[in-house]
């Protein structure tokens, strides 16, 4: 299976300020048809996971701004500027390239 | 817009089936994929399978030959059925929708303990 490596395991961030997280593979997720199955999500307290970013970079529907996908083949961030209480939580990466999709292991935000 | 909502016995004996049943409204279950994803104490996430708009399916090899995902189609339903658990498998599973390799919906959760 593909592992995912999900960095770091806690982010202890400021309101208003900015966070990244760092997801890795181990092996390259760029799918024989050309396109990469990275996403992520956000699970908040008591909540299901909400998808937020789909296929490296493209933001789900109603999901703000503040929130950035990059990255490629084996390397990818998810980055939250101007965090808001709302986005807390755990975040989650997700392959679904290569069989069977996985998860990484998840990184909690929380305010400093 | 699609909602998706679980439900099923909370606990389980070791040695039993888990069995749990995925509502879904707003969407015909005839298209696109649709799976269930489990969460375990320590916020472990898997991949646990899917049936197709087809009727085909699934499943993550870690679960061998225990995992079966059936549907109503009728009732637009589809179920999970998990045989020979152990405490290994206490966790929050959630049935989701899956649209071109992403889940976009997700069901509320339900928490099933397996213990005597």
């Known amino acids: 299976d593909v592992v995912m490596t999900q960095t770091p395991v806690s982010l202890p961030v400021s309101l208003g300020g900015q966070a990244s997280i760092s997801c890795r593979s181990s092996q390259s997720l760029v799918h024989s048809n050309g396109n990469t199955y990275l996403h992520w999500y956000l699970q908040k307290p008591g909540q299901s996971p909400q998808l937020l970013i789909y296929r490296v970079s493209n933001r789900f529907s109603g999901v703000p701004d503040r929130f950035s996908g990059s990255g490629s083949g084996t390397d990818f961030t998810l980055k939250i500027s101007r965090v808001e209480p709302e986005d807390l939580g755990d975040y989650y990466c997700l392959q679904s390239t290569h069989f069977p999709r996985t998860f990484g292991g998840g990184t909690k935000l929380e305010l400093k | 817009e699609v909602q998706l909502q679980e439900s099923g016995p909370g606990l389980v004996k070791p040695s039993q089936s888990l069995s749990l049943t995925c509502s879904v409204t707003g969407y015909s279950i005839t298209s696109n994929y649709w799976g269930w994803i489990r969460k375990f104490p320590g916020n472990k996430m898997e991949w646990m399978g899917y049936?197709?708009?087809?009727?085909?399916?699934s499943y993550n090899p870690s679960l061998k030959s225990r995992i079966s995902i059936t549907r109503d189609t009728s009732k637009n339903q589809f179920f999970l059925q998990l045989n020979s658990v152990t405490t290994e498998d206490t966790a929050t599973y959630y049935c989701?929708?899956?649209?071109?390799?992403?889940?976009?919906?997700w069901g509320q959760g339900v928490m099933v303990t397996v213990s005597s």
């Open positions: 049936i197709s708009y087809s009727g085909s399916t």
């Open positions: 989701a929708e899956e649209k071109w390799y992403y889940f976009d919906y």
